[in-house]
């Protein structure tokens, strides 16, 4: 079965900076628009960045200028470096194809917290 799995979250002071990884099956990265998504307590989920296949990149207006989105095309794993986290970052974080999406990962839980 295709699978996504997340990894890197942890806790995380104001500022501080965390780099999230995601290991994905070679049917669903290779070829494909990646990118990383988040749920925050009682809100949607929502796209923070994205990246195709090319290595072109988008990001939320919240999170341009601290994150960056990459991609190890060898190695089926894409990445979100997070630096200068704020309190709203604070959310479980996903990884996925873009559009045609596989199943959801378990994500990793951010929490930025003084």
Same mark, same amino acid.
């Given at each position: 079965? %295709?699978? #996504?799995? /997340?990894? +890197? !979250?942890? #806790?995380?002071?104001?500022?501080?900076? *965390?780099? #999230?990884?995601? $290991?994905?099956?070679?049917?669903?990265?290779? !070829?494909?628009? @990646?990118?990383?998504?988040?749920?925050?307590p009682?809100?949607?989920r /929502? @796209? %923070?960045?994205?990246?195709?296949?090319?290595?072109?990149t988008?990001y $939320?207006?919240?999170?341009?200028?601290?994150?960056?989105?990459?991609?190890d095309n060898a190695?089926? =794993?894409l990445? *979100?470096? @997070?630096? !200068? #986290?704020k309190? /709203? $970052? =604070?959310a479980?974080?996903?990884?996925? %194809?873009?559009?045609?999406?596989?199943?959801? +990962?378990? +994500?990793t839980q951010v =929490?930025?917290?003084?």
């Amino acid at each position: 079965q %295709v699978h #996504l799995v /997340e990894s +890197g !979250g942890g #806790l995380v002071q104001p500022g501080g900076s *965390l780099r #999230l990884s995601c $290991a994905a099956s070679n049917s669903i990265f290779i !070829g494909n628009a @990646m990118g990383w998504y988040r749920q925050a307590p009682g809100k949607q989920r /929502e @796209m %923070v960045a994205s990246i195709t296949s090319g290595g072109r990149t988008n990001y $939320a207006g919240s999170v341009k200028g601290r994150f960056t989105i990459s991609r190890d095309n060898a190695k089926n =794993t894409l990445y *979100l470096q @997070m630096n !200068g #986290l704020k309190l /709203e $970052a =604070t959310a479980v974080y996903y990884c996925n %194809v873009i559009g045609a999406r596989a199943p959801w +990962g378990q +994500g990793t839980q951010v =929490t930025v917290s003084s």
